[in-house]
Antibody, heavy 122, light 108 residues
Framework: EVQLVESGGGLVQPGRSLRLSCAAS????????MHWVRQAPGKGLEWVSG????????GYADSVKGRFTISRDNAKNSLYLQMNSLRAEDTALYYC???????????????WGQGTLVTVSS | SYVLTQPPSVSVAPGKTARITCGGN??????VHWYQQKPGQAPVLVIY???DRPSGIPERFSGSNSGNTATLTISRVEAGDEADYYC???????????FGGGTKLTVL
């Protein structure tokens, strides 16, 4: 059974940093691209970032480019999102999602975690 | 950047057919994926590559894509289909994924 478990969320002050993690199990992690998608309270889905199976291809939404860094450790079956210079508008539930393919542009998100909540507030 | 436009809400009676549209410039040239999200739950993929269904998704769910509009069609709607639905594409010109604003399906 595919499982994606996010962690690392919490309350953080504007301008500070936070690192999210996603522990994956139930599939061959290094065969697939992975993505982060966020959802602000009461709002729709927003794609944040994606990383290919071998980290060779990475993409970011314009809203986070230059502030967020996605990475993965295939040996640990883990996905990460380093978030710097956080803003109030980054407040959201952050989902880790598995792609059905190894490349980023496919972005067919066939499994999702339950999300970790990030709140940016002073 | 590429914009996907969905109606905020669609209402349908049980047993009828619901159609949820997703508009975008020449969206017919892109691959469209659809997700269902029920309250308090993570999204679930219901249609990919315009019209393919993942295993476990009922045949009542179907999709089409042509011109400037992609459509998710849910036949014989049930109360359990009440949810938010999102369309998604990959915009190759900007190298990023885009979601529509979402449509709340209400079963009357």
């Amino acid at each position: 059974e595919v499982q994606l478990v996010e962690s690392g969320g919490g309350l953080v002050q504007p301008g500070r940093s936070l690192r999210l993690s996603c522990a994956a199990s139930g599939f061959t992690f290094d065969d697939y691209a992975m993505h982060w998608v966020r959802q602000a309270p009461g709002k729709g889905l927003e794609w944040v970032s994606g990383i290919s199976w071998n980290s060779g291809s990475i993409g970011y939404a314009d809203s986070v480019k230059g502030r967020f860094t996605i990475s993965r450790d295939n040996a640990k079956n883990s996905l990460y999102l380093q978030m710097n210079s956080l803003r109030a508008e980054d407040t959201a539930l952050y989902y880790c999602a598995k792609s059905s393919q190894g490349v980023v542009p496919a972005a067919i998100l066939d499994y999702w975690g339950q999300g970790t909540l990030v709140t940016v507030s002073s | 950047s590429y914009v996907l436009t969905q109606p905020p809400s669609v209402s349908v009676a049980p047993g009828k057919t619901a159609r949820i549209t997703c508009g975008g410039n020449n969206i017919g040239s892109k691959s469209v994926h659809w997700y269902q999200q029920k309250p308090g739950q993570a999204p679930v993929l219901v249609i990919y590559y315009d019209s393919d269904r993942p295993s476990g998704i009922p045949e009542r769910f179907s999709g089409s894509n042509s011109g400037n509009t992609a459509t998710l069609t849910i036949s014989r709607v049930e109360a359990g289909d009440e949810a938010d639905y999102y369309c998604q594409v990959w915009d190759s010109s900007s190298d990023l994924s885009v979601f529509g604003g979402g449509t709340k399906l209400t079963v009357l």
